[in-house]
């Protein structure tokens, strides 16, 4: 252990020590003293210096004795300084070296020692307010007694700010905590218990609501305080809301400045409705009042049935229940409005429920483009003939077979009596000739040739709008009557008459076209399409009513906006031969010709349909393609505009042609909107499009 002391006059060995202590100070460092002869400075200087040196110059410049344990062992120091110091200063930065390199100085009466930080706790030290300064790296011990709050709780919210040879510790029976530490340390720490240790001032509130409930608004704020920290004493944490229902008045009680901020709060929820009242008007702007009004009936019925389900059935204490009970909803269809009256809370909801469904939607035009070709060609040919020998003695023969719809028979019958040819019994080309007399053999022959060429090119293209999601349909055709049945009766009061009966049903035949739009969150249209185009046939094959070709598709399909997909087709090619003849004689080489009849039938059809949708997301698309289709209309008027004529037949009259669209009217500025306003004005037509002639096809 080595010994520094200033103040008695040392032997021998200690003035040799301190003359070689003096000489080392004057070798590692300048020590510049100030001119006067009073109020010394210093500017030390040390570089690699050892320690101990640095403890013999600050006695010699301080006066201090010091005692350094051996553990203090020879560490190297530096220290720089560029402005001269008094020697407290130089002292107080002694202390800071001390403290960088894990030594402490502790002070028993004259003497200050020189240990190593951990066993500073052990030894005596002074308190901070009486003699050491609150900046001071001096060991001190402190009590502080805590007023307000519980000191045991203190202890771990500041042991992380106690170094490990520092010591904190509190005392329950008075409340006070005990800290050792460096002075600048302990006031830091006295400072903080001096902002924890706040009185707790506990007081009730009763805050009466003028315009909210008092439970509702307890429970809102509920919400917002229920993440305080659980400590005890922090700020918030010991606040307690009560409603009483009765008065309709909040119960508050905790620290003064949170009450002050949940008052504020409670102030700013307690403010009437601005539309006044539980009752409200809402005026729909797109959906039906009527149906929005049951569909809330039974969303409230299914909230309230689900609550009391999983309250174990008891109904009438569930809030559901009670909302349900209180809530009435019926619908203006003159005014297209909803009127409701229910609790605040199911009134948001409810509200919210009809701001999601009272949306514009969007609307979806569909061209569908049919485009059929069809060639149907038909030929018979053949001789019909008979001889009549019965006069002459020999036998009667013929080859009679229908060709074209009649035979020789049938004209034979004509000529006797021109009443029996219908109008479409003989069709064809007919060449013959024959004898008939009252004696002798007589004969006839016929020759019967026909061709039908039927050439069909139909391009159909019916378009149709509708809203997201809503089924239309669109129907072009003629109602044709066909033959079901008939029959005759005899009329008992008319002579026994017969009375000819046919029943007769209509079918549909045209373009009849069936589709429902779904718009999906992209571009993309799902469309279930029902598509049928049917006509009457011009085939020759005999029949007893009419023909009809139908086409139909039913399908559900994918597309996108814009876009042209194929929905099906058809193509087809048939190619038929027919013959009829004797057998034997049929295929003679030419002679054959006079024992046959011959028919061939081809029939080629191309059927292709097409559908192209398009998404009219606002007031503007739809009027665009609404002036584009109404100007090619009005185009194709002007172009078959009235003809020069030397004799007009109607002379002053004109062909009527489609009027010009009107200008666009001004838009009017836009009013605030509140939810019991009324529902605004139509939307004005945006401004005219330049005319425009549309595709053929999409």
């Not at 010994?3 to 020590?17: E, G, S």
């Not at 009259?653 to 009027?659: A, E, I, N």
């Not at 529902?679 to 401004?687: F, N």
Request: proline share 7%; charged share 20%.
């Amino acid at each position: 252990m080595t010994v520094y002391n200033q103040t008695r006059r040392p032997r021998a060995r200690a003035a040799r020590l301190c003359v070689a202590a003096l000489g080392a100070l004057l070798a590692c460092s300048s020590v510049a003293q100030a001119a006067e002869p009073t109020g010394a400075r210093i500017t030390p200087n040390f570089k690699d210096a050892d320690i101990t040196q640095i403890i013999e110059a600050v006695s010699a410049a301080t006066g201090k004795n010091f005692i350094v344990d051996p553990r203090v062992g020879r560490q190297q120091v530096t220290m720089l300084s560029s402005t001269p110091m008094t020697p407290e200063a130089f002292y107080q930065a002694f202390l800071s070296i001390l403290q960088v390199h894990g030594f402490v100085a502790v002070q028993t009466g004259n003497i200050i020692k020189i240990i190593p930080d951990a066993n500073a706790r052990q030894f005596p030290s002074i308190d901070l307010p009486d003699r050491v300064s609150s900046t001071s790296d001096e060991i001190v011990t402190q009590v502080i007694a805590v007023r307000n709050v519980n000191a045991a709780q203190l202890v771990p919210i500041l042991r992380p700010l106690i170094p490990q040879y520092g010591h904190l510790a509190a005392y329950p029976a008075s409340n006070m905590l005990i800290i050792s530490d460096r002075a600048n340390n302990v006031n830091r720490i006295v400072r903080i218990i001096r902002r924890i240790d706040q009185s707790n001032d506990a007081e009730i509130e009763v805050i009466p609501m003028q315009n909210a409930s008092a439970a509702d608004v307890v429970r809102v704020v509920s919400q917002l305080v229920a993440g305080a920290a659980a400590a005890e004493g922090a700020a918030g944490t010991n606040l307690k809301l009560v409603a009483d229902d009765r008065s309709n008045s909040i119960l508050l009680s905790g620290e003064q400045s949170a009450r002050l901020r949940i008052k504020a709060l409670i102030a700013h929820l307690d403010t009437p409705l601005e539309s006044g009242g539980d009752t409200q008007v809402r005026y729909l702007r797109y959906s039906d009042a009527e149906k929005i009004a049951a569909k809330l009936k039974e969303q409230i019925t299914g909230v309230a049935a689900a609550s009391s389900g999983s309250a174990g059935g008891t109904t009438a204490a569930t809030p559901a229940a009670q909302a349900e009970r209180n809530t009435t909803i019926w619908a203006d269809a003159e005014n297209n409005a909803l009127v409701i009256t229910a609790p605040p809370k199911t009134m948001r909801n409810l509200m919210a429920i009809v701001d999601k469904l009272d949306i514009r939607r969007a609307q979806v035009l569909v061209q569908a483009v049919i485009a059929e070709v069809r060639a149907d060609k038909t030929a018979e040919l053949g001789i019909n003939w008979a001889i009549d020998g019965s006069k002459d003695n020999f036998a009667v023969g013929g080859f009679i077979q229908p060709i074209a719809g009649g035979s020789i028979i049938d004209i034979i019958r004509g000529i006797d009596d021109p009443t029996s040819i219908s109008p479409t019994a003989v069709q064809g080309t007919t060449l013959g000739g024959g004898r008939v007399k009252d004696t002798g053999t007589n004969w006839a022959a016929v020759l019967r040739a026909i061709r039908n060429d039927a050439d069909t090119n139909i391009v159909a293209t019916p378009s149709i709008v509708t809203l997201d999601n809503q089924e239309a349909q669109i129907k072009v055709a003629q109602e044709v009557p066909f033959i079901t049945g008939q029959y005759t009766n005899t009329g008992s009061g008319n002579n026994g008459a017969l009375n000819p009966f046919q029943t007769v049903q209509r079918e549909e035949v045209g373009i009849i076209l069936k589709i429902t739009p779904q718009i999906n969150e992209g571009d993309a249209v799902i469309l279930k399409i029902e598509q049928e185009a049917s006509s009457l046939s011009t085939s020759t094959a005999t029949t007893v009513d009419l023909i009809t070709n139908k086409r139909v598709i039913n399908t559900s399909l994918l597309v996108e906006d814009g876009g042209t997909i194929v929905l099906g087709g058809l193509i087809q090619d048939e190619d038929r031969r027919g013959e009829q003849r004797v057998p034997f004689l049929g295929r003679i080489p030419l002679i054959g010709e006079l024992f046959k009849v011959r028919q061939a039938s081809k029939v080629k059809t191309n059927l292709m349909v097409f559908i192209q949708p398009k998404i009219l997301r606002d007031g503007v698309q739809a009027s665009f393609e609404t002036n584009a289709k109404y100007n090619y209309i009005r185009g194709e008027q002007q172009r078959m505009g009235p003809k020069f004529e030397v004799l007009p037949m109607l002379p002053g009259q004109k062909k009527s042609v489609l009027p010009p669209l009107p200008p666009p009217a001004p838009k009017p500025e836009p009013a605030p909107q509140q939810e019991s306003a009324p529902p605004p004005q139509a939307e004005p037509a945006p401004a005219q499009q330049p005319e425009a002639t549309p595709p053929e096809s999409p």
